[in-house]
Nanobody
Framework: QVRLVESGGGLVQAGGSLRLSCAAS????????MGWFRQAPGKEREFVAA???????YYADSVKGRFTISRDNAKNTVYLQMNSLKSEDTAVYYC?????????????????WGQGTQVTVSS
């Protein structure tokens, strides 16, 4: 049974930083892509960033240059470093993984999801 557990969310002032972590268990972590999505109140879930099994990375235009996704295969963990946070980054952030090695921005292609962690950016 695949399990994804996020941590690291919280309240931060605009311009600040947070690092989210997602610990995975239940399958071979290193051979699968991983992604981060977010959902703000009243909005649809949107793609944030993804990393494939070779550590190639992909970002939404809205976070490019501010967020960095990375993975530590020895720890079965994927990270999302978020810098220069803005109020519009406020959302519940979800870690997810598709049953494939390469990434996709389509949330429907992701088979496994964490429970989410709240990020609130105050202006």
């Amino acid at each position: 049974q695949v399990r994804l557990v996020e941590s690291g969310g919280g309240l931060v002032q605009a311009g600040g930083s947070l690092r989210l972590s997602c610990a995975a268990s239940g399958r071979s972590f290193s051979i699968y892509a991983m992604g981060w999505f977010r959902q703000a109140p009243g909005k649809e879930r949107e793609f944030v960033a993804a990393i494939d099994w070779l550590s190639s990375t992909y970002y939404a235009d809205s976070v490019k240059g501010r967020f960095t996704i990375s993975r530590d295969n020895a720890k079965n963990t994927v990270y999302l470093q978020m810098n220069s946070l803005k109020s519009e980054d406020t959302a519940v952030y979800y870690c997810a993984s598709p049953a494939r090695r390469y990434t996709t921005r389509d949330s429907r292609q992701y088979d496994y999801w964490g429970q989410g962690t709240q990020v609130t950016v105050s202006s």
